[in-house]
């Protein structure tokens, strides 16, 4: 189940164009868990906080479900943490990288040249068939995703205090121009 989750999340993180590796620029998260509720949403806009990350999150249906029964954003602005959920991926083709839609407001949701989750007012035409192209490409690239959790994985107790921090060492790329 959780290599799932991970293989899935790793998929959707790389076809939005956030890169595999830690980025010099580090605020963005990818979590999974149970189907996403108040509480869950709760959980996450705390844990944004706490991590000072944006997070991604699928939530899951069942420990059986093979795809996720949504996605949740926890988008950290000036002086709050919104939670958007029920949000849908979305490619418009086969290289434009996905962005997540909202299906409560008209916004979307990509990752823009910073590295940064940026929220775009508007959502893309043909919802139904940018999903369904979305996910096979998520899945696609997932079937390409290793078969071992990764060791900078965190599991984070519900209601924790403190998130273990990050324990990878990454030196950062620097480029003088």
């Known amino acids: 189940?959780?290599?799932?989750?991970?293989?899935?999340m790793l998929?959707?993180?790389q076809q939005m164009g956030w890169p595999l590796f830690k980025?010099?620029?580090?605020?963005?998260?990818?979590?999974s868990g149970?189907?996403?509720?108040?509480?869950?949403?709760?959980e996450l806009g705390r844990?944004?906080?706490?991590?000072?990350?944006?997070?991604?999150?699928?939530g899951w249906a069942s420990v059986g479900a093979t795809t996720p029964a949504g996605f949740t954003i926890a988008w950290r602005g000036l002086l709050t943490v919104d939670v958007i959920n029920r949000a849908l991926p979305y490619?418009?083709?086969d290289q434009a990288p996905i962005v997540l839609v909202s299906t409560r407001c008209d916004e979307h949701f990509v990752i823009d040249q910073r590295g940064s989750l940026a929220r775009v007012p508007g959502r893309p035409k043909s919802l139904g068939?940018?999903?369904?192209l979305a996910m096979k490409r998520i899945k696609a690239a997932a079937k390409t995703m290793g078969d071992e959790l990764l060791a900078g994985n965190r599991h984070v107790p519900w209601g924790s205090d403190t998130i273990a921090p990050d324990t990878v060492p990454?030196?950062?790329?620097?480029?003088f121009g």
């Open 1 to 8: 189940m959780m290599l799932r989750h991970q293989k899935t």
């Open 11 to 13: 998929a959707l993180r």
């Open 23 to 31: 980025p010099a620029n580090d605020c963005l998260a990818f979590g």
């Open 34 to 42: 149970k189907t996403s509720d108040f509480e869950v949403g709760m």
């Open 47 to 58: 844990i944004a906080q706490m991590l000072g990350k944006d997070i991604i999150y699928s």
């Open 91 to 93: 490619a418009a083709n």
């Open 129 to 132: 068939a940018g999903r369904r």
């Open 170 to 175: 990454i030196e950062t790329v620097v480029r």
